[in-house]
């Protein structure tokens, strides 16, 4: 029986990455392939990958879902938006000293009234917010809202974080985190590798607050994951079929697209369209899509982590983490990058 214990390891602080490279692909990427692991820097991947495959990239855009405000009492608080629903209703979760009660009404930055109507979400872990007054949420909050950089990452939201926590090719808005395996990629080495005959193709995942949340049982089997909404248009199956023909990998570039591709094929076809997911994957998972991940280092005890041991192997894992703590790596969301082959 696995446990959070066997995804757990010691990450000196300073390897947390509070900033981006000065450029996308300045990054590192640690190759895991052929038994072996190779120190590479992330501009070469046009020499890692062959004529032929296919990169399938997550195009969500990060929405700015952090805002401030106050309860009818006067209490602050603090919001993170979860889901936007409709133009009235979103999800959320809401950090306060005590929590809003259904029916009370919330002001945000001075700017947004809303009201409260109850708890949501499988274990009541969200609050269901209406729009209390004139408006629609999606205005308001790009108008009002900050940017929710992630908890390990401790300065405010600036000017630079507003271009670099979003990928150069985020069209569809409504994630609360970046898909981050996609900010190595600039318009450059997009054009290498078109150059180098290599396919992409797009797939939407709208990444949750959820992904944040720590694994608070022992027995790993016992946790249950988040929801999320992803969307496949007919043209990336298309791409997937085409690339399988020609016998090409098909690359996930991110454990978001490995996700929504993995959760689109649990009947056996891998299927176009919109749904939403709580796949969880673990060690002993079988994948039937994707043959070779782009990804960033994970936090210890985490989901995303045992879905990379799950991909490339628990073992293979341990040790390429420990190497990229020994050489410096960078970790977490403006961190450095892995490349990974399926077990």
Same mark, same amino acid.
């Given at each position: =029986?696995? $446990?959070?214990?066997? @995804?757990?390891?010691?990450?000196?602080?300073?390897?947390?990455?509070?900033?981006?490279? &000065?450029?996308?692909?300045?990054?590192?990427?640690?190759?895991?392939?052929? *038994?072996?692991?190779?120190?590479?820097?992330?501009?070469?991947?046009?020499?890692?990958?062959?004529?032929?495959?296919?990169?399938? @990239?997550?195009?969500?855009?990060?929405?700015?879902?952090?805002?401030?405000?106050?309860?009818?009492?006067? *209490?602050?608080?603090?919001?993170?938006?979860?889901?936007?629903?409709?133009?009235?209703? +979103?999800?959320?979760?809401?950090?306060? #000293?005590?929590?809003?009660?259904?029916? #009370?009404?919330?002001?945000?930055?001075?700017?947004?009234?809303?009201?409260?109507?109850?708890? #949501?979400?499988?274990?009541?872990?969200?609050?269901?917010?209406?729009?209390?007054?004139?408006?629609?949420?999606?205005?308001?909050?790009?108008?009002?809202?900050?940017?929710?950089?992630?908890?390990?990452?401790?300065?405010?939201?600036?000017?630079?974080?507003?271009?670099?926590?979003?990928?150069?090719?985020?069209?569809?808005?409504?994630? !609360?985190?970046? &898909?981050?395996?996609?900010?190595?990629?600039?318009? +450059?080495?997009?054009?290498?590798?078109?150059?180098?005959?290599?396919?992409?193709?797009?797939?939407?995942?709208?990444?949750?607050?959820?992904?944040?949340?720590?694994?608070?049982?022992?027995?790993?089997?016992?946790?249950? =994951?988040?929801?999320?909404?992803?969307?496949?248009?007919?043209?990336?199956?298309?791409?997937?079929?085409?690339?399988? +023909?020609?016998?090409?990998? !098909?690359?996930? !570039?991110?454990?978001?697209?490995?996700?929504?591709?993995?959760?689109?094929?649990?009947?056996?076809?891998?299927?176009? *369209?919109?749904?939403?997911?709580?796949?969880?994957?673990? &060690?002993?998972?079988?994948?039937?899509?994707?043959? %070779?991940?782009? $990804?960033?280092?994970?936090?210890?005890?985490?989901?995303?982590? =045992?879905?990379? #041991?799950?991909?490339?192997?628990?073992? +293979?894992?341990?040790?390429?983490?420990?190497?990229?703590?020994?050489?410096?790596? %960078? @970790?977490?969301?403006?961190?450095?990058?892995?490349?990974?082959? %399926?077990?």
């Amino acid at each position: =029986m696995l $446990t959070i214990d066997d @995804f757990d390891f010691d990450l000196p602080s300073e390897l947390i990455a509070q900033q981006p490279t &000065p450029e996308r692909t300045a990054s590192r990427l640690l190759e895991l392939a052929d *038994g072996g692991l190779h120190d590479r820097r992330f501009s070469e991947l046009p020499q890692l990958v062959d004529a032929g495959d296919l990169l399938v @990239f997550n195009d969500t855009r990060v929405i700015r879902a952090r805002l401030f405000g106050h309860k009818e009492s006067g *209490g602050q608080i603090e919001v993170l938006i979860e889901r936007i629903i409709d133009a009235r209703h +979103a999800l959320a979760q809401i950090r306060a #000293s005590k929590s809003p009660k259904p029916g #009370s009404r919330i002001g945000l930055e001075d700017a947004i009234a809303l009201n409260v109507c109850g708890r #949501s979400g499988k274990r009541g872990e969200f609050f269901a917010l209406e729009l209390a007054g004139p408006g629609d949420l999606w205005t308001l909050i790009e108008r009002h809202g900050r940017l929710p950089l992630p908890p390990y990452i401790t300065h405010p939201a600036g000017s630079d974080d507003e271009a670099r926590y979003q990928t150069v090719f985020a069209r569809q808005p409504g994630a !609360v985190a970046a &898909p981050t395996a996609g900010l190595h990629f600039d318009d +450059a080495l997009l054009g290498q590798l078109a150059a180098c005959s290599v396919e992409v193709a797009w797939l939407t995942l709208h990444v949750g607050a959820g992904t944040f949340q720590p694994v608070r049982v022992h027995a790993v089997a016992e946790h249950r =994951m988040h929801a999320e909404r992803f969307e496949i248009p007919p043209a990336t199956i298309a791409a997937i079929a085409r690339t399988r +023909a020609r016998a090409g990998k !098909v690359i996930a !570039v991110g454990t978001t697209s490995l996700r929504a591709l993995e959760a689109a094929a649990q009947d056996g076809e891998l299927r176009a *369209g919109a749904a939403e997911t709580d796949i969880f994957i673990t &060690p002993g998972y079988r994948f039937q899509v994707v043959d %070779r991940l782009i $990804t960033n280092f994970h936090l210890p005890k985490s989901t995303l982590l =045992m879905l990379v #041991s799950a991909f490339a192997g628990l073992d +293979a894992i341990r040790t390429a983490y420990a190497h990229a703590i020994r050489h410096g790596y %960078r @970790f977490f969301s403006y961190g450095d990058a892995m490349l990974l082959s %399926r077990e």
